[in-house]
């Protein structure tokens, strides 16, 4: 099986441009072809995790990944799927968060052998680009009615649209062309809210002459009900370890509906397809070993098999009756004698007295496994008897507060 192959029989791919010739290149040839990334934040978050998967498996068949981070378009922001116009960062920060993306793409592609990853910043040529050049030779190939169209782009013409965003396709579709040129990448890979900028880049260096330009657009992570999966309690399913612990992003996979136990392993995991379908096809109380595989594989890609073993374990302390708890996410406590609101908005379960407050008089907290119903309830020796006690909202939220 080459790599497009391998795409399609696992689900990944949405939209292609130019089908059958692309079939063509992945069957005959070893391309190079290149992700971009928008440095908008000090880590990845679980809606890159499907782009490192693609990007690994083209890798793994012989083409070369050339990961673009965005330092140059990241000034502008992707207006795609946004509401209103993003917060500018300034260099400084933009190159704090292109350090810290680079060691998480590492766990992905490797960056030794002949078909090596490689990255590049965009800022290093478009930053130096002269306004007037570059509205003649690459603005003119560009029509507004036919920019207007795109999704990125309609859904903001209510809500208003900067003249700087209308700008963002024209340069992503130059990262393109100057990567054509300057490393013969002959595809860019993307989300399918990507398209309209995908297609940007295509068709421009189409137009310049060139034949062997080519788009491709996966999956964007859903549930069964087409909503985005990667929302936690306390926002997005992040892989830095640092915002969304390896317990937390273990448990959200842990958790997931059964319904959408075949697509997540097809999308998030390396398991051959045979496993995958024996264990999307269990029914009843079985499908949550495979949730429990599900959860185990994803955590060990991000994070390591060791942390994932901790997430495993910690979990099964809580839901089995065994194993420890030392991967909970869990709070010290300088002081015990607190309200037991107080220790509800410490750990993060709810951001306000008000929420808390609801959730306790709703049922919906428990201390130590004991269902407390009164607001007023204050913290005390006697639920530290083990060194800790730990507080429960619903069936799967937990977290340890450490005496």
Known sequence: MNALDILEERGYIEQMTHPQEMKELFANK????????????????????????????LQKCGH????????????????????????????????????SI????????????????IIVNNADWLL??????????????????????????????DTGLTFFEMGYMLMQSYDFLHLYNTYGCKLEIGGN???????????????????????????????????????????????????????????????????????????????????????????DAKINEAKKIVAFEITKLIHGESEALKAEEASSALFGGQGNTDSMPSSKLDNINISLVDAIILSGI????????????QGGISLNDIKIDDVSYALSDKDFDNGFAIIKKGKKIFHKLIK
Request: proline share 3%; charged share 25%; hydrophobic share 35%.
């Open 193 to 283: 809210d990507q398209w309209s900028n995908i297609i940007g880049g295509v068709e421009l260096i189409r137009k310049i002459g060139k034949d062997d330009s080519f788009g491709l657009t996966f999956k964007l992570l859903t549930n069964s009900e087409g909503k985005k999966m990667g929302k936690t309690e306390k926002g997005a399913l992040w892989l830095s370890s640092e915002k969304t612990s390896p317990y937390e992003f273990y448990q959200y996979w842990r958790n997931i509906a059964d319904s959408d136990v075949k697509n997540v392993l097809c999308l998030l995991t390396t398991l051959p397809m045979d496993e995958v379908n024996r264990l999307s096809s269990l029914q």
């Open 128 to 157: 130096d680009l002269h306004y007037i050049e570059f509205m003649r030779d690459i603005g003119s190939l560009f029509s507004i009615n036919k920019m207007l169209s795109a999704e990125c782009y309609k859904n903001r013409l």
């Open 102 to 117: 680079k060691k998480q793409i590492a766990k992905f592609l490797s960056f030794e052998g002949e078909n090596a990853a």
């Open 30 to 57: 070893k391309i190079s072809f290149y992700l971009g990334i928008d440095p908008t934040a000090d880590s990845l978050h679980i809606g890159h995790f499907i782009s490192l998967m693609v990007a690994s498996y």
């Open 64 to 99: 070369k990944p050339i990961i673009l981070v965005g330092g140059g378009t990241a000034i502008i922001g992707d207006p795609s799927g946004k509401t209103d116009m993003r917060k500018m960062l300034t260099r400084e920060d933009i190159d704090k968060n292109i350090q």
């Open 350 to 361: 709810a951001p306000s007295k008000g929420q808390a407050k609801t959730l306790i008089e």
